[in-house]
């Protein structure tokens, strides 16, 4: 499993994949990442010191990710995380949050702005079309519009594609809603994993000709049509 890597182009940044306790959450029904987890705090601070002991700074910006939320790693973790933003001046960091736990970005925004860092939460919403997002993928997000969602502190979006029911227009929709009310979006194509979702071919191929295309050189659009094509994972 490759946990750091350095993303070159968009948004030049280093990555790293971190382990957690696991997503308190767990009830995406397309999400199969829970392997990645640990009950075992001191086992995954001793995995993480490994990857964060990588991080050079080299772009000033980091991203962080962990299957699962910020707040799912172990205190040690994060004490680390907040020295090693300090000693290589990390400016920007990108962190990964569920909706449930937003009560909990202020404090943590407040760790890491005493470093100079500041923190830029992302969250998983998949899609703005709120019933498909609550009642086939069971996001947990409620009945929370773009608005509400930035309102709570959250700055840049996953989005999912290539889901059955999804069009071109449905999906340049989801974008254009967030690009509207945040920094940065994050597209992901649904490919083929362990649970009952499965990528839909004329999605997949909408996304691919008409989708990809259009936002392919925007600096505010990540597309990723593997999981790994961040350089971590597998
Ligand atoms: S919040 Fe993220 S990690 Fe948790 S179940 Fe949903 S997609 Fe998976």
Known sequence: MNRYSIINHKNP?????????????????????????????????????????????????????????????????????????????????????????R????????????????????IGVETFDIDYRERILRKGIGKASAAEIAAAGFGEVNLLCGLAGQTAASMIVD???GLAHFSRVCVNLMVENTTPIKPDPEAV????????????????????????DFGVGE
Request: charged share 25%; aromatic share 8%; net charge negative.
């Open 13 to 101: 940044r280093e990555i790293v994949l971190l382990r957690g306790s696991g997503c308190r959450w767990h009830r995406c029904t397309f999400c199969d990442y829970h392997a990645d987890s640990s009950p075992d705090a001191a086992a995954n601070f001793a995995l993480n010191r490994t990857v964060l002991e990588q991080i050079t700074g080299l772009y000033g910006r980091l991203e962080v990710i962990n299957s699962g939320s910020f707040v799912d790693l172990d205190e040690r973790t994060v004490d680390l995380l907040v020295e090693v933003c300090r000693r290589c001046a990390i400016h920007t960091m990108h962190i990964e949050c569920h909706w449930m736990h």
């Open 103 to 122: 009560d909990a970005l202020a404090s943590f925004r407040e760790r890491f702005e005493a470093v100079g860092t500041q923190v830029i939460f992302k």
């Open 175 to 177: 974008i254009e809603t």
């Open 205 to 228: 191929q909408a996304f691919l000709t008409e989708v990809v295309p259009r936002y392919k050189d925007d600096p505010r659009v990540d597309i990723l049509v593997e999981n790994t």
